[in-house]
């Protein structure tokens, strides 16, 4: 841009823009200078600038170009500003706006700025022929058709789809779908040359190309119900989107699908579960980017030598797994959720005794948690209707269902009132006395259950204590009954239990003292086990400590041994008993196979102290696999 430039554009002479340019321009209209100013403002326009640029390093000024559309790059902006200063140069930003039509015309500003080299971050970014300073582009894709004229950084969004379509055959998915945005082709041609190595075709109905509002409106809906198993998505707005659909259908992420996005953002991790995605590394693209253009600049690389391509990589969090990772079908559990303390003593303390303790901890409990905790950690399908006090401990057990694998869509926390507590004295023999302050879990009521009850759809199971309220308990198992889940029950020490609620329980399992609590009275286990059959049971497992447990139901009447473990705290034997009891039919196992499975993981939970922390995993159940077999 120089003073005849000017001229051309305001229809004046050269000797005109020159006259107002050293303000001796007495004798010109208003009008004319008014104009003329305009133009040299708009343009930015420096005088002498060809002068300015004819000196090697005169600014050490470095102008970077960028474009509205490309968001997210914070990360290479604060890298080339702090590489450019290391090497003694400062730097100019311009954003051009978001269509990219002003491209053109700040390359010319920058120019006339002094600025020593550009570098452009735009979706658009033919450079004018007539620049005479470097430019380095960062893109998307590399410029093939400058690749000896101009100097290219760039990373290739073909390999985020094939990362990304390799990373989910991987995990053993094969079904794959994309919910891609208009400008992400080159993201498809990665996924097809991925399934092409698999010498897999994916269907033309897992594909949907669409802006995100048609992407969230159509492209969502149309991945569901075609036997998908994981989804590539243009951005994290997408899988954000794609999250809440499947929410509301009453799934979850990544049991329902797994799903990952190609780009990245702040957001991805604080999502649940946290998403994973393909991270472009912007901080090295920025690097790179002002290295090379000050190699140019001082003259130590030639421009075509100054091409870079910077790999992608995953970031792994937690929206993927593989599809066969959770077995079984669908477990809810609604129950309580307590913070334990647990008081070790020598025995439990008698009316109007005194007994030290030397040794008190805390642990996440309660009986819905535990059996939530017990059935994630053996990797069933598992989710939490429940209630929590705001406060430290309602955050500590949130933290530990997750850890456990528990889903918990279904859990609210409380504003109003502190979460709830359970105060255990532990003897030395294993035995255990339990003082409950319900808390949050009281208002745990059947609001929240219908609030939630889409959790219950096409669930297999659901977990019910009487800790929390029979009312609450009654209004879960009528909504079981309307979506044919089927119900199981611990009474949990109640003395009396509605008629009505007996004949709606499919698995009903007391200890023996709630057992002879419910039926009094001088009759037998199996007798007690017939009463409550008759009541409409269709399945009393009465758990019976070292005894092991007996089972009634139409087809069997038998007691099964407990398994041979050494005492420690026995406090979580039944939750532990129970949760297994439901994964392992939840995996269409008999009751009889259930209930051996079941055996092993209560024997295991009372080696170690508390409840929680002491329930197996699928992995140390497995090393008694041979024992579970020929336990029966």
């Known amino acids: 841009m120089n003073i005849k430039d000017i001229a051309g554009l305001c229809g004046v002479s050269s000797a005109t823009v020159s006259k107002i340019l050293n303000h001796k321009d007495d004798d010109i209209s208003a009008e004319t200078r008014k104009k003329v100013l305009k133009i040299i403002k708009e343009y930015q326009y420096v005088p002498y600038s060809k002068i300015i640029n004819s000196v090697p390093n005169k600014n050490h000024l470095i102008g970077v170009l960028l474009s509205k559309s490309t968001y997210g790059v914070q990360e290479m902006l604060y890298r080339i500003g702090e590489i450019a200063g290391e090497n003694g140069y400062s730097v100019i930003m311009c954003n051009i706006g978001e269509d990219d039509k002003g491209f053109t015309d700040y390359v010319h500003i920058l120019e006339n700025k002094g600025v020593n080299g550009i570098i452009t971050i735009c979706m658009n970014d033919e ?357 044919n889940v089927e119900v199981i029950l611990k009474p949990s020490s109640v003395e009396k239990m509605k008629e009505s609620l007996f004949e709606k329980i499919d698995y009903f399992i007391p200890n023996e003292k709630e057992v002879k609590q419910l039926i009094p009275g001088d009759t037998t286990i199996e007798e007690k086990a017939a009463i409550i059959m008759e009541k409409g049971v269709k399945n009393v497992i009465i758990t019976l400590g070292h005894k092991g447990c007996f089972l009634k139901n139409s087809q069997y009447e038998r007691y099964f041994p407990a398994a041979d473990f050494y005492p420690v705290d026995t406090t979580g034997a039944a939750d532990a008993f129970i949760s297994a009891l439901a994964v392992s039919l939840s995996e269409n196992n008999n009751i009889l196979q259930a209930i051996s499975f079941a055996t092993y993981a209560a024997g295991i939970s009372i080696t170690r102290q508390g409840v929680q922390p002491a329930l197996i995993d699928r992995a140390g159940l497995s090393l008694y696999r041979e024992d579970i077999d020929t336990f029966i």
């Open 127 to 483: 450079i004018p022929e007539d620049i005479k300073i470097p430019v380095v582009r960062v893109s998307k894709k590399k410029n093939v058709e400058y690749q000896n004229e101009t100097a290219n950084v760039y990373c290739d969004m073909k390999d985020a789809g094939y990362l990304a379509t390799m990373h989910l055959f991987n995990k053993g998915h094969r079904r794959i779908a994309f919910l891609l945005e208009p400008g992400d082709q080159e993201v498809s041609y990665g996924y097809i040359k991925a399934y092409k190595e698999k010498f897999i075709s994916p269907e033309e109905e897992w594909c949907f190309f669409g802006t995100e509002e048609e992407i969230c409106k159509v492209g969502i809906e149309s991945c569901l119900g075609k036997e998908i198993t994981a989804v590539i998505c243009s951005n994290v707005e997408i899988g954000c989107a794609l999250y809440e659909k499947i929410r509301k259908q009453g799934g979850s992420i990544p049991e329902k699908i797994s799903v990952i996005s190609v780009r990245d953002n702040p957001f991805a991790e604080k999502m649940y579960p946290a998403l994973t995605t393909i991270k472009i590394p912007l901080e090295k693209m920025g690097e790179k980017a002002v290295e090379e253009l000050i190699e140019r600049i001082e003259g130590d690389k030639q421009l075509y030598e100054c091409t870079d391509k910077i790999d992608l990589y995953i970031q792994e969090r937690d929206s993927v797994i593989s599809p066969n990772e959770v077995k079984g079908e669908k477990i809810v559990v609604v129950g309580s959720m307590n913070m334990d303390c647990i008081i070790n003593v020598s025995h439990i303390p008698t009316d109007g005794e005194t007994v030290k303790t030397r040794n008190i901890v805390s642990f996440p409990g309660g009986k819905g948690a535990n059996q939530a905790a017990g059935a994630g950690k053996l990797n069933g399908m598992v989710y939490m209707i429940g209630r929590l006090g705001n406060d430290r401990e309602g955050k500590e057990i949130y933290n530990s269902l997750v850890d456990s694998g528990v889903r918990m869509d279904g859990v609210v926390f409380d504003e109003r009132i502190s979460t709830g507590r359970a105060y255990i004295n532990v003897a030395q023999n294993g035995e255990s006395t339990i003082v409950i302050y319900p808390g949050a879990n009281d208002k745990l009521d059947r609001n929240q259950i219908r609030q939630y009850d889409q959790i219950l759809d096409n669930a297999k199971y659901c977990l019910l204590s009487l800790e929390i309220s029979e009312e609450t308990v009654e209004y879960a198992i009528r909504k079981c009954k309307k979506k």
